[in-house]
């Protein structure tokens, strides 16, 4: 079964920095597109940025220039590196993944979130 699992969330300051992790276990052949999501309260869930198997990546553009999205494909890991925080980062922010297992399903996987709060 194939799971994912964010860490690194926390309570920091504005302008204060962090670093989530997300570890992809299980039974995997292939791990293509990893993105970061996060939701406020209240509000829908939001792509922060995506990064492909080769390195490309993408940010959204409230992001850009502040956070940066990485990953060790050896250790099925992402990164998202987030600084320069503002109070409206405050969100769980979700680890999202399309895999192909080794059985060869393939599908789009979720973890269940860590929270990051920006005080003001």
């Known amino acids: 079964q194939v799971q994912l699992e964010e860490s690194g969330g926390g309570l920091v300051q504005t302008g204060g920095s962090l670093r989530l992790s997300c570890v992809v276990s299980?039974?995997?052949?292939?791990?293509?597109?990893m993105r970061w999501y996060r939701q406020a309260p209240g509000k829908q869930r939001e792509l922060v940025a995506r990064?492909?198997?080769?390195?490309?990546?993408f940010y959204s553009g409230s992001v850009k220039g502040r956070f940066t999205i990485s990953r060790d494909n050896a250790k099925n890991t992402v990164y998202l590196q987030v600084s320069s925080l503002k109070p409206e980062d405050t969100a769980v922010y979700y680890c999202?993944?399309?895999?192909?297992?080794?059985?060869?399903?393939?599908?789009?996987?979720w973890g269940r979130g860590t929270q990051v709060t920006v005080s003001a």
């Open positions: 299980g039974s995997i052949f292939s791990i293509s597109y």
């Open positions: 990064i492909t198997s080769i390195g490309n990546t």
């Open positions: 999202n993944a399309d895999i192909k297992e080794a059985g060869g399903y393939q599908g789009s996987y």
